[in-house]
Every structure is written in C-alpha cells, then in structure tokens.
C-alpha cells in the first residue's frame, strides 16, 4: 500500500472524527442535554437491549474505565442509567437503561443519525 495514500488516509479520518465530535457534542447538547459518549453509551445498551456490563461498554465506546465511570455517573445521576450488581459475582456491575433513558435515546437518535450523515455525505462509498 502506498505510504502516502495511508498518511491521507489517516488525515481524513482524523478530520472526519474532530468535526463529527464538535457536531455531536454542539447538537446533541443543544437539543437533548447529551453529549456524545452519554448517547453512544445509551446507544449500545438499547442496541443490546440488555444491562451491559462495565466492561462489555468499554469495549464497545472505546472509552478507558474511569472515563466511562464518569459518563455512566452523569447518566445515572439524570436517572437515564441504572447500575446493579451482579448477583453471581458481587464484583461485577452492570448498567441498564432507565425508561427515562430510552425516552431521551429516542428523541436524540435522529440528530445524531443527521448528524453523522451530514459529516460523512461526502465519504467514498466503501465495498460491501
């Protein structure tokens, strides 16, 4: 693969992901009082449509642990998550979606879906 191409590349992704982020965090902010990892992280529950453990979410919002204890402390403090012990392994948490939390999913989604389709209209269509 050509050097050049991968360093372009990298430079477009770059790009693409610094103006996707400022456009979530000013949108989904301005409208719902989300900012991007709060709504990815409602997201991948609702996806998963299941209480996800800690670091079943880490995995999936490419977030450190303690990064997304804050979020998951901000989401729970608006009652929009719900965290739980696990009852077979007292060391392990799980999170959940409040009814709140869906409600407020639900009205994000089409800004972030507009969002993300606004910032990437002008992408390479990519092989299936």
């Given at each position: 693969m050509d050097e050049q191409f991968v360093i372009d590349t990298w430079?477009?992704?770059?790009?693409k992901h610094a103006k996707a982020?400022?456009?979530?965090?000013?949108?989904?902010g301005d409208r719902h009082g989300l900012g991007p990892?709060?709504?990815e992280v409602l997201d991948r529950i609702v996806h998963h449509d299941r209480q996800l453990r800690i670091q079943e979410l880490c995995d999936e919002?490419?977030?450190?642990?303690?990064?997304l204890s804050r979020v998951v402390a901000?989401?729970?403090k608006a009652e929009l998550v719900a965290r739980c012990v696990c009852a077979s392994d007292r060391r392990g948490v799980f999170v959940e979606i409040t009814d709140d939390g869906r409600a407020r999913h639900a009205e994000a989604l089409p800004t972030q879906r507009a969002v993300l389709a606004d910032v990437f209209a002008d992408a390479p269509a990519l092989a299936t």
């Open positions: 430079h477009y992704v770059l790009a982020m400022c456009a979530l965090e000013r949108e989904l990892s709060e709504f919002v490419h977030l450190s642990q303690s990064a901000r989401l729970e």
